[in-house]
């Protein structure tokens, strides 16, 4: 079992639809990443984050520490929206381990 | 300006060839990474160096040498390649080491063995 898993593997929604892509991992943290890897193959991070929530336009990232967590929501989406999403650990100084990521289509 | 540039996007080669995958970064990172991400969209860290010193090796096989000719640059380099090491290749950057720092990423680098 990976130590950083995501759910689901794929979701497909209609645009305009609230998005969740959950994370879980085995190990404690510090931080957590969540990343956006587009149809075209390149990545962008989205959020870092330690504790509580962050928003940045429709996207908010929420974690709890305590239960080993993290949630992606993406609100009023679109198809622009349509990606793979990856969260990432880090483990130890200089390494991150990812998730197998969740791929995301909204259809118009 | 592309904060992370690797050249080239794609590469097509044959088995047994050597070949090159250079990475640049203009954010005035001391840390730089090498990630692979295999057929099943899985990213693993390959290598990482801080100011120009080795940081982590991940088991990488000793046909891949990365170099780092200043803080800037991390350049991939395999020998002898491999059906098996076709990826996509994605240099990153951070100002140091994780975890509290923001990771930016090339565009990735496809290779394709035959």
């Known amino acids: 079992k990976n130590e950083v898993e995501q759910s689901p593997q794929n979701l497909t929604a209609q645009e305009g639809e609230f998005i969740t892509i959950n994370c879980s991992y085995s190990?404690?943290?510090?931080?957590l990443h969540w990343l956006q890897q587009h149809p075209g193959g390149g990545i962008v991070s989205l959020f870092m984050?330690?504790?509580g929530k962050k928003k940045h336009g429709r996207l908010i990232a929420t974690i709890n520490i305590q239960e080993k967590h993290s949630s992606l929501h993406i609100t009023a989406s679109h198809p622009r929206d349509s990606a793979v999403y990856i969260c990432?650990?880090?483990?130890?100084?200089?390494?991150?381990?990812f998730g197998q990521g969740t791929r995301l289509t909204i259809n118009p | 300006d592309t904060a992370v540039s690797q050249t080239p996007k794609y590469l097509v080669t044959q088995m047994g060839n050597d070949k090159s995958i250079k990475c640049e970064q203009n954010l005035g990172h001391d840390t730089m990474y090498w990630y692979k991400q295999d057929s099943k969209k899985f990213l693993k860290i390959m290598f990482s160096y801080n100011n120009k010193e080795l940081i982590i090796n991940e088991t990488v096989p000793n046909r891949f040498s990365p170099k780092s000719p200043d803080k800037a640059h991390l350049n991939l380099h395999i020998n002898s390649l491999e059906l098996g090491d076709s990826a996509v290749y994605f240099c990153?950057?951070?100002?140091?080491?994780?975890?509290?720092?923001?990771?930016?990423f090339g565009e990735g680098s496809w290779l394709t063995v035959v």
């Open positions: 990153a950057s951070s100002p140091t080491g994780q975890p509290g720092n923001t990771i930016y």
């Open positions: 990432a650990v880090p483990r130890g100084a200089q390494k991150l381990v």
């Open positions: 984050l330690s504790s």
């Open positions: 190990v404690g943290i510090s931080a």
